[in-house]
């Protein structure tokens, strides 16, 4: 073991941990995660993940400097968990960030965890389940980081937390085995039944003539961005993903899923009128389009209970603020040019199980047989030599310090929200739609990027971020879309696996975690002690057989939905077992059903879903 127990802090570092301590308090919560019922779309009665019989989950908040620590039980009964905190830099603590298999195992039903860090920086930031794509089942929330050094703490009278989300009538333990199966050769991700404004709709936001408010509005959804306006009010930007910006003035934004913008809205002197505002989701992200789906949400700024509840006018064509277009407050200058650039080509495409993956250059994440923190803490000096951390997590190893730029090319015709943990990156190039691959002679870089932790690459077009390895750690860099991240469109990331050693040390719960389900905290990802021997890694499942491309399966599928060659296709992907893809919602199908909701979700912008196409079995196919 090369982990120790003292913690590195430069002689600088400490008097200033020191200073900080001084002022700064622990916030603790205890955390009871477990099932209780819901409704918010008014269309039906699910259970959902809550805390201490709370859903929506409470909003986390602390003060910059403070420590938090986090008693977590699960109570889920039925699930393993874990909590992600996303946004922050959690610098010294990458045992405490909790992507699964990355930084710590599942939390097993029945055992209680800690989490304990230290805020490191100020804004609008979220929590949820980083595992086995459980966040959207309603575990998921609002963390926010007060700053009294705030450069607008003078331009606003009240803060307001909102969020925006995307909402499924199925749980994702029933929609995930449907959407990576042969039954949706396509990968066509589950279309969500409504949007959600503070995980409700109807919100009635009740609001004060002449004063300014700083709204912090977070994406929490698992799928949709969101285009959201205020009837008859303009905003100001100035914070996104918890970096401050100068003032930017904007009719309409546009947040993914995880994204965050915070604004400063000033309210009318009259109280005689209530106005709507609106998050109405990115369709073009869809597959299909349901008639049922409920993709705009009001909610009102409600100046007076008596004075009416007007529907929102429609909008013909959404015009968002482009967000390349801000300027950080603190003006940080373009970082130097790369010490290292890498380049991840996105793809969708299948393997021989007949499911639909993501890539990353020719890469789809696998989980690994120990957690990648576990293995660079154990690796000695091989923790250097990406080898150790197995093919399929797609491993980069950074020295510290280095200037990192990462070169993203969408080859695929879907918008993506990338999302690098423990940083906040220079976002320094984004092309246009169609643009195709990066062209180095043309881009043109600003003189002070906008930094973030979550941007939207275009359909085949392009992006390039830039930061500092400065930060010690295991960290990864995946799509927020969820579907994406079970498909596999994740990258990891090891900075300055040295220095990583000398920092962490596994806390007993998080080592018990693991015991508990026979997980190994030592050894490569393939759970060998004898580092380069990689030979018992997890591996995706095998390659499509020669001679069939995506296109032909898609095709072959149809064909068997017209029950013109149906035979051939049940013989080759064994339809033996289809029948156990029993529909979630209680109905029925047959595979061939099921295999026909798939085909017409990829088929037709325009088809007609009565209910969730997600035909799905109980169990199995959750991955990362
Ligand atoms: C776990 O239990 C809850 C509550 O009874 C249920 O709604 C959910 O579907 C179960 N999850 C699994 C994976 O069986
Ligand atoms: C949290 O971690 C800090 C050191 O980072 C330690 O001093 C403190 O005792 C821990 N708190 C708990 C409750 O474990
Ligand atoms: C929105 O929901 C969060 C979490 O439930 C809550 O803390 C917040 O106050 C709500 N916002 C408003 C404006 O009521
Ligand atoms: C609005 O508030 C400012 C100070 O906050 C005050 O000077 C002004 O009179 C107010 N105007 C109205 C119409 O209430
Ligand atoms: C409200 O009234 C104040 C003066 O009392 C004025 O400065 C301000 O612009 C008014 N606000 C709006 C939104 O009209
Ligand atoms: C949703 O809102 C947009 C923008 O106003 C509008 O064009 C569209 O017709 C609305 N759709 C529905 C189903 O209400
Ligand atoms: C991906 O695989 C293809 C064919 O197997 C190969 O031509 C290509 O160079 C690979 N790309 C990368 C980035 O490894
Ligand atoms: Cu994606």
């Known amino acids: 073991m090369a982990s120790s127990s003292h913690r590195w802090l430069s002689p600088a570092a400490l008097v200033s941990s020191l200073i900080a301590s001084a002022l700064a308090k622990t916030v603790n919560y205890d955390f009871n995660v477990g099932w209780i019922t819901a409704n918010p779309d008014g269309a039906f009665e699910k259970s959902v993940i809550g805390i201490n019989d709370q859903w929506p989950i409470p909003v986390i908040e602390a003060d910059v400097g403070d420590q938090v620590v986090i008693n977590l039980q699960n109570n889920l009964g039925n699930e393993t968990t874990g909590l992600h905190f996303h946004g922050l830099y959690m610098k010294g603590y990458n045992h405490m960030d909790g992507p699964s298999m990355v930084t710590q195992c599942d939390i097993p039903p029945g055992s209680s965890f800690k989490y304990n860090f230290t805020i490191q920086q100020a804004g609008t930031y979220w929590y949820h389940s980083?595992?086995?794509?459980?966040?959207?089942?309603?575990?998921?929330?609002?963390?926010?980081?007060?700053?009294?050094?705030?450069?607008?703490?003078d331009d606003y009278d009240e803060e307001i937390v909102l969020s925006v989300s995307d909402w499924y009538?199925?749980?994702?333990?029933?929609?995930?085995?449907?959407?990576?199966?042969?039954?949706?050769?396509?990968?066509?991700?589950?279309?969500?039944?409504?949007?959600?404004?503070?995980?409700?709709?109807?919100?009635?936001?009740?609001?004060?003539?002449?004063t300014t408010y700083f709204v912090r509005m977070v994406n929490i959804g698992a799928f949709a961005g969101q285009y959201i306006w205020f009837e008859g009010h303009t905003i100001q930007i100035v914070e996104v993903d918890g970096v401050y910006t100068q003032k930017a003035e904007a009719e309409m934004i546009y947040l993914s899923a995880a994204q965050?913008?915070?604004?400063?809205?000033?309210?009318?002197?009259?109280?005689?009128?209530?106005?709507?505002?609106?998050?109405?989701?990115?369709?073009?992200?869809?597959?299909?389009?349901?008639?049922?789906?409920?993709?705009?949400?009001?909610?009102?700024?409600?100046?007076?209970?008596?004075?009416?509840?007007?529907?929102?006018?429609?909008?013909?064509?959404?015009?968002?603020?482009d967000d390349m277009n801000l300027i950080p407050e603190d003006e940080e200058e373009l970082l130097p040019e790369p010490d290292r650039e890498i380049t991840l080509n996105v793809a969708m495409d299948n393997l021989g199980d007949g499911a639909n993956y993501a890539w990353f250059n020719n890469i789809t994440y696998t989980i690994p047989k120990v957690p990648t923190l576990y293995t660079a803490l154990s690796a000695g000096d091989l923790a250097t030599n990406a080898q150790v951390y197995g093919t399929w997590t797609n491993p980069f190893v950074y020295e510290k310090d280095e200037v990192i730029q990462i070169v993203i090319n969408n080859l695929d015709p879907g918008r993506h929200p990338f999302h690098l943990h423990g940083h906040h990156f220079q976002a320094i190039y984004r092309s246009e739609e169609e643009a195709g691959e990066f062209d180095p002679e043309t881009a043109e870089f600003p003189d002070r990027p906008m930094r973030r932790d979550t941007l939207v690459i275009q359909p085949d077009g392009n992006m390039v971020?830039?930061?500092?390895?400065?930060?010690?750690?295991?960290?990864?860099?995946?799509?927020?879309?969820?579907?994406?991240?079970?498909?596999?469109?994740?990258?990891?990331?090891i900075e300055a696996p040295l220095e990583l050693q000398?920092?962490?040390?596994?806390?007993?719960?998080?080592?018990?975690?693991?015991?508990?389900?026979?997980?190994?905290?030592?050894?490569?990802?393939?759970?060998?002690?004898?580092?380069?021997?990689?030979?018992?890694?997890?591996?995706?499942?095998?390659?499509?057989?020669?001679?069939?491309?995506?296109?032909?399966?898609?095709?072959?599928?149809f064909s068997c939905?017209?029950?013109?060659?149906?035979?051939?296709?049940?013989?080759?992907?064994?339809?033996?077992?289809?029948?156990?893809?029993?529909?979630?919602?209680?109905?029925?199908?047959?595979?061939?059903?099921?295999?026909?909701?798939?085909?017409?979700?990829?088929?037709?912008p325009a088809a007609h879903n009565d209910d969730d196409i997600q035909v799905v079995s109980g169990s199995g196919g959750a991955r990362a």
């Not at 086995?132 to 929330?141: C, F, K």
């Not at 915070?262 to 505002?277: G, I, M, P, V």
Request: hydrophobic share 40%; aromatic share 10%.
């Open 169 to 210: 009538h199925d749980h994702m333990s029933a929609l995930i085995p449907w959407f990576m199966s042969r039954v949706n050769p396509s990968g066509a991700e589950p279309i969500p039944k409504a949007a959600l404004i503070n995980e409700t709709q109807n919100f009635k936001l009740k609001v004060e003539p002449n």
């Open 260 to 321: 965050r913008c915070s604004f400063l809205l000033t309210t009318k002197n009259e109280t005689d009128a209530n106005y709507a505002f609106v998050a109405s989701m990115d369709t073009t992200l869809f597959d299909a389009y349901p008639e049922d789906l409920q993709y705009n949400v009001t909610g009102w700024l409600t100046y007076d209970e008596d004075a009416g509840f007007p529907e929102p006018e429609l909008v013909d064509e959404f015009v968002d603020f």
């Open 502 to 557: 000398e920092l962490i040390t596994i806390p007993d719960d998080h080592r018990a975690a693991c015991d508990a389900q026979g997980i190994s905290t030592t050894g490569n990802a393939a759970g060998s002690e004898d580092f380069l021997d990689l030979s018992s890694q997890n591996v995706p499942a095998d390659p499509l057989p020669a001679g069939f491309t995506t296109r032909g399966i898609i095709a072959l599928v």
């Open 130 to 153: 980083h595992t086995h794509g459980q966040y959207p089942d309603g575990l998921r929330g609002p963390l926010i980081i007060h700053d009294p050094d705030n450069p607008y703490q």
């Open 465 to 493: 971020v830039r930061f500092k390895a400065d930060n010690p750690g295991v960290w990864v860099f995946h799509c927020h879309i969820e579907w994406h991240v079970v498909s596999g469109l994740m990258a990891t990331f």
């Open 561 to 604: 939905v017209a029950g013109i060659l149906g035979v051939c296709v049940v013989a080759w992907y064994g339809f033996a077992d289809a029948g156990k893809l029993a529909h979630p919602s209680g109905a029925q199908p047959t595979s061939l059903a099921a295999v026909k909701e798939g085909a017409a979700a990829q088929s037709s």
